[in-house]
């Protein structure tokens, strides 16, 4: 089973997209697509912008789905999946990738969660922090023992999990963990607290555009952040994807069900290509991957 995976948020880069656009008539067709569709020129951000530019949510979602999605589109017979997956916002990079959602309304869609991200993060401010080196049930028992807000928000790897809560309780939280034995605990430079309870009034804004979004039967199998389980019904899709801005990303429980399922090989599309693949190294070593 040959499975496409697509990153999400802190896989922009400088320039991304531009090498596609001045080779390829499709992507230059699709990026000038993109510009129309949002009301603004996207591509001079993606191609010209700074790191600084393309770190703002309301353009690193748009940036990374067109990055990942147009490299899906203009790859001809290399873009074969036999099942999809992506990383929190790169699971709407899969599901248009695949077929369930038009490259308009996935776009839109992507936008509206940047935009509604945007602003919870600003109604109420949080942040997510890196925790290495221990167990997922002691972090998952720490973040209980905290009397603030904070929760597993990604599950990356076996070894590897981020929490996501208000500041202080993400300070707490640190704190505990260095105490703990992690090997390295460290608040990351994040607009907000992605993938926790304070993303309620984003995921109340994205429930109304998700519900009205017409979402069709991919053409493989989507792996789900929210059940790590393989969808193709678009009504489960449609609810896992409504519940997703507030649920953990269960990407450790979707590799171990890929594998379970007869995982041969991963291709990561979009980003450095390297960063979902490095995740898979951590559970199996020899499982060949390569960047579309």
């Not at 147009?70 to 036999?82: E, L, V």
């Not at 929210?226 to 429980?253: G, H, M, Y």
Request: charged share 20%; hydrophobic share 45%.
């Amino acid at each position: 089973m040959k499975v496409f995976v697509f990153p999400g948020q802190a896989s922009q880069f400088e320039g991304m997209g531009k090498d596609m656009y001045e080779t390829s008539a499709e992507a230059k067709k699709l990026f000038d697509e993109a510009d129309d569709i949002l009301g603004y020129k996207i591509t001079e951000v993606m191609f010209d912008g700074s790191a600084e530019d393309l770190k703002q949510t309301k353009i690193t979602q748009p940036a990374v789905f067109l990055h990942s999605v147009i490299k899906a589109k203009t790859a001809g017979d290399a873009f074969q999946p036999d099942a999809a997956a992506g990383h929190s916002l790169g699971e709407f990079s899969a599901l248009t990738a695949a077929g369930a959602l038009t490259f308009q309304d996935g776009l839109t869609l992507v936008s509206q969660r940047a935009n509604a991200m945007q602003k919870a993060c600003e109604a109420v401010p949080g942040t997510m922090a890196a925790i290495i080196g221990l167990d997922d049930e002691v972090i998952e028992k720490i973040c209980t023992e905290v009397e603030e807000v904070v929760v597993a928000a990604n599950y990356n790897c076996p070894g590897q999990l981020v929490i996501s809560g208000s500041q202080a309780g993400i300070e707490a939280a640190v704190a505990k963990c260095n105490e703990a034995g992690a090997r390295m605990a460290v608040v990351l430079e994040v607009g907000g607290a992605f993938h926790s309870p304070l993303m309620q009034p984003a995921e109340e804004e994205l429930k109304a555009a998700i519900e009205n979004t017409k979402i069709n039967a991919p053409q493989c199998p989507i792996y789900q952040n929210v059940t790590a389980k393989a969808e193709t019904d678009p009504e489960v899709i449609k609810a896992n994807l409504i519940a997703q801005l507030t649920s953990p990303v269960r990407w450790t429980q979707t590799m171990h069900n890929m594998i379970a399922d007869g995982l041969t090989e991963v291709v990561e599309v979009g980003g450095s290509g390297k960063t979902l693949r490095g995740f898979f190294k951590r559970v199996d070593r020899k499982l060949p991957s390569s960047a579309l």
